[in-house]
């Protein structure tokens, strides 16, 4: 087995000097290269992709970019650089210095969130691992493998923290995170939307569109939080997963301009007819997507969410730079809720209502990438408009959980909602056709015909570089 080494892990935690994280990673790494030959990128393990690699985080050191085969990544540690004289700055400590250490009273909580965000990273990799037989193009397959190897990377930032500030329950819950597998009935992954497939690149794109847009938001809370290590360590992880969501948003928004065209082409403005992706189907798959990820925020009324908020673990989407009250004590919040099945306005207080309160900001980043989208069609001509549900619509937890409603949030039967179902959500037929469309381009510069190429490539390349190369 490779010696644990700066080298092979590239990290700013003085590693080589941490003899029992050593330790505890040499027993967790070579487990995680099991589970990545079984688990991660069906195939293409011995192929060179042109990826980028953390080698540090200076600005220009977190984004080195060469050919590299997958399973030889370089999975590294990172945490942004530690500020001095921080101290909490929001809920029941403000003002007292942040923790270096778990404070006992809030370890469960503590251990409870990293695990769950933990446990999204490898889920979302074994979710696509069979994406790369039919991707689009050479430069989608390698945006593809970006994407994986860094929620892999994801995967060991939450295990440095697991294994550094846990003891032995966390070493435990580092193989558990390597022991649930997406979608598998006996131990699935503890998120709902991770265990649904995303076996082709309609869902990825609004995968990475949505939910990887949710983790932005957990991530950008828990960024927030006064246990240091997971401050700075969130911090760092955000960086990368804005490429995650520029895959998502602009993947989408080519096929929306690819299906333009074909619209134009037909004598029905008929999409699928020419080879492509009607509109209605794709606006199927917003609805799905969504309301997948808007579930991922949790209830809006949380007795969670308002502990964490006191503790000073979780905040709220830039709380240090937006919000003149930081405590939010006897501060009250209006939402919505369901009452012997009538939607009716509640006042709550405002910690419980923090998971809404993300929700919010979650909900406005989405709409400007459909608003995007929008003006792509409008640009073509065509009068067609995409839009977001409503966000009770399709909901498996919080208020609207058990509630059926339209894509309008307007309540409805269970027969109806049985009866329709089909006209907003993705159906069989819908997915067979999606299905039988994915066919893989792999020469370069090259791509499928229903969706438009990138109009550039990856680190200044052009779209027709060869960003995976064949070894066998
Ligand atoms: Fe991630
Ligand atoms: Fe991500």
Redesign the pocket.
Known sequence: MAHISDERIPNNVELEKDRRLRRALEKWQPQFLDWWQDMGPEGFQGEDIYLRTATSVEPGGWAHFDYVRMPEYRWGIFLEPKEEGRTHHFGDMVGQPVWDEVPGEFRGMLRRLIVTQGDTEPA?VEQQRQLGHTAPSLYDLRNLFQ?NV??GRHLWAMVYLLQTYFGRDGREEAEALLARRSGDEDRPRILGAFNEPTDHWLSFYMFTMFT?RD?KYQLAALAESGFDPLARTCRFMLTE?AH?MFVGETGVQRIVDRTCELMKRDPNEDARAQGGIDLDTIQKYINLWYSLSIDLFGGEISSNAADAFAAGIKGRYKESKRFEDHVCKDATYQLEVLEDGRVVEKEVPLRAAMNEVLRNDFVEDCQRGVTRWNKVIEKHGLDYRLKLPSRRFNRHIGAFGPAHTDPDGNLISAEEWARRRDEWLPNDADEGYIRSLMQPVYSPGQIAPWIAPPRRGINGKPFEFEYVRWKS
């Open positions: 979302s994407v860094e929620e990887d983790g997963e995650h």
